[in-house]
């Protein structure tokens, strides 16, 4: 085999279903979790640290027929602000969107103040996002702030 030929390890395509692609590396087990992937029964394909001309390294996630909703993408771009979503169907992309972290979030993160009115006394969760690049989030009610390493997802 020739010096200069490229050597590529080729993933199935998926045939109907999402590909979260440049999630940052070292998140790709933590959107898995977050996702509540870890239990479903259709094939998923994972990669990290795989390269990347955009960001040096990379992980992607290969879900078969799933699509996610509004609040599981926010979820996702909490983690990994970096991803792109992409939809297949009949193995063609029918849309593809860069994550956006949206101004304000609720009912998907805990507050990190254990003495919070939502921790208490069980009201839903509501954050303004203070930081979109560190990813910080304001607490609705106690305004303690709580950074990307502290999240617990509910």
């Known amino acids: 085999m020739e010096k200069d030929k490229r050597k590529e390890l080729i993933v199935s395509a998926i045939e109907n279903g999402t590909v979260i692609d440049h999630i940052p590396v070292g998140n790709v087990l933590r959107v898995l979790r977050i996702l509540g992937l870890e ?63 949206p101004d304000r979030i609720s009912k998907f993160v805990k507050c990190f103040n254990p003495n919070c009115v939502t921790n208490v006394e069980g009201l839903e969760s509501k954050f303004d996002i203070i930081d979109k690049e560190d990813i910080k989030l304001l607490c609705h009610y106690c305004e303690k702030t709580t950074k990307e390493a502290d999240f617990v997802f509910i």
């Open 39 to 101: 239990s479903t029964l259709d094939p998923i394909y994972l990669g990290a640290n795989l390269e990347s001309k955009k960001y040096g390294q990379k992980g992607i996630i290969k879900v078969a027929n799933k699509y996610f909703k509004p609040e599981e993408i926010n979820k996702i771009t909490l983690v990994a602000s970096t991803a792109t979503i992409i939809e297949i169907k009949d193995y063609n992309v029918i849309s593809k969107q860069n994550a956006v972290v």
